[in-house]
């Protein structure tokens, strides 16, 4: 295209709210003039289903369950009274404890003011909050923020240690809606022994988000902790994060969580306009349709050029991936569904891997996320006239125009700032895209079946581990192989071979010595 026909394109398909300086740009997506036209009934399905959605509807058919991530930034939406009372009780209990801790008149329990919170969770109870903790960071913030999103015990032991002496002062924060979730349950477990070596009695500093009469809930009862948060049943995890997952860490950092409310609750209102033209979440989801021909089959690339969106491309593999990575689609028809998403930042990723975006395998779209104002403090000067921020800028358009120039689409969506007002309307813009594109292709984004196969078999293969090792320990000394070993358990021997080396590696007594091929290794105990 000439540059007059992109500066025309450009015009014809750029859209700009106003009130909430946020821009999205899809004019260097290839797109037919016909397309929006073409999608028109799918289109209104999903627009459709939204609404539905947003009034109560069963939109989890799976776990007959609604869907109301809206409601927590508006709950006037809720379909019932006792709904929305219990989002805005949700909500300003959190806020009162917040404020309660940073005022010093809740305490650690030896008298002393909170310095630190420690996070647990996993997936959703981590990804967002994890995001806008960074993102959102100052040095002001009157707590320090921790997170435990593993079941690594290294990853404890590294953050234990960013905590050191200030164990004593810091509030836990235990997420987990079933309260069986063995990530969670794991660094529960690991902070509480801290806790307990370190001569600081636990159940004071120990807070829980969960369910209510979860396994946790019902721990953190028994146990008299400090305060019980509920996590509500409609409330999927990569939705969570403006629900008490996110709003209990947040608020005690010292975010400002009313605005991020505010502002997702601003993009709720622009993303119900049912003008495609006027509508960027629908412009998402139809961009993506349109890159991946309706069944992902490009990758979405996310750049955002600001240091403080870093973790951005993290959270939208969650978001994206998650709700639309689906086997079958709504009418049980096996579609393998599904979008990848990666990314890092700008321009750090022009000295990575761009150059394959520019030249290698056109296999993606890239997402550029601009911030219109780049400092808040005046700039140095690293040239006559020209700041750091003015290369920022440089780097993305160039980047943009020489993708365009080898045939690479891009969408390009501008914030006007990082702030947690922004942020609410950026994460809320994601989350409406989401749910149109799984209705434009027909799935459930609203659940995850291949999360649970996950879990189901990481508990087979722990209780193929407690076979091999009562098998080993039944026998103390001898050397078994895998195939013995799978003789005396009935487990697969392959299984056999990576749990054996697991347990010798890991646990004290057990033994593995290397053979010509893997079935020739042997494994022994020794008491």
Request: net charge negative; aromatic share 8%.
């Amino acid at each position: 295209m000439a540059s007059t026909s992109l500066w025309t394109r450009f015009q014809q398909t750029f859209l700009r709210y106003d009130d909430l300086g946020f821009a999205v740009d899809i004019s260097r997506m290839n797109f037919p003039a016909d397309f929006f036209a073409t999608m028109q009934p799918k289109v209104d399905a999903a627009f459709a289903a939204m609404k539905d959605l947003e009034a109560g509807a069963i939109a989890n058919p799976d776990e007959n369950r609604m869907v109301g991530h809206y409601w927590l930034r508006d709950a006037s939406l809720a379909p019932t009274a006792e709904l929305r009372a219990d989002v805005e009780k949700t909500r300003d209990d959190i806020l009162a404890f917040a404020a309660a801790v940073h005022a010093g008149s809740i305490t650690a329990a030896g008298g002393a003011r909170f310095t630190d919170v420690l996070s647990i969770g996993i997936g959703g109870s981590a990804l967002g909050p994890e995001f806008l903790s960074d993102a959102l960071w100052s040095p002001a913030n009157p707590l320090r923020l921790h997170f435990f999103d593993n079941t690594d015990p290294d990853g404890f032991h590294k953050v234990f240690d960013q905590i050191g002496a200030k164990l004593a002062t810091t509030l836990v924060v235990v997420i987990s809606k079933s309260g069986g979730t063995k990530e969670s349950r794991n660094g529960m477990l690991a902070a509480q022994d801290a806790f307990t070596r370190a001569g600081v009695p636990f159940a004071p500093q120990f807070v829980a988000v969960t369910g209510v009469d979860s396994e946790l809930d019902r721990t953190a009862t028994r146990e008299g902790w400090l305060r019980r948060f509920p996590m509500f049943d409609w409330i999927g995890g990569r939705t969570s994060v403006m629900s008490a997952v996110g709003l209990v860490p947040l608020a005690l950092q010292g975010l400002d969580m009313p605005a991020l409310l505010a502002g997702a609750k601003a993009m709720d209102a622009n993303t119900r306009e049912p003008d495609v033209t006027k509508n960027a979440a629908m412009q998402l989801a139809l961009m993506w349709w349109h890159a991946g021909d309706g069944r992902g089959k490009k990758d979405m690339v996310v750049l955002p050029y600001k240091d403080r969106l870093l973790l951005f491309s993290r959270y939208l593999q969650q978001l994206v991936m998650e709700s639309l990575g689906k086997q079958l689609d709504l009418a049980g028809n096996v579609v393998n569904q599904g979008i990848a998403v990666y990314g890092n930042k700008g321009s750090t990723d022009q000295h990575a891997y761009v150059q394959q975006l520019r030249d290698g395998v056109n296999n993606f779209f890239v997402t550029f996320i601009e911030v219109s104002r780049a400092s808040t403090t005046p700039e140095l000067p690293v040239e006559p006239g020209v700041t750091s921020s003015d290369y920022l800028q440089g780097f993305l358009r160039g980047t943009r125009s020489a993708l365009h120039e080898g045939g690479r689409e891009s969408i390009t969506v501008t914030i006007p700032t990082v702030d947690a007002f922004n942020l609410g309307a950026l994460i809320a813009l994601y989350e409406r895209a989401v749910g149109f594109y799984g209705s434009l292709v027909n799935i459930n984004a609203y659940h995850q079946p291949g999360v649970e196969a996950g879990k189901k078999a990481a508990a087979d293969v722990l209780a193929v581990q407690a076979k091999v090792a009562a098998a080993l320990q039944a026998a103390p000394g001898t050397a078994l192989t895998a195939d013995a070993l799978a003789a005396a358990t009935g487990a697969e021997p392959e299984t056999i071979f990576h749990v054996a080396h697991h347990l010798a590696a890991n646990h004290a007594g057990y033994h593995a010595t290397p053979g010509a091929t893997p079935a020739a290794d042997t494994f022994s105990f020794t008491a």
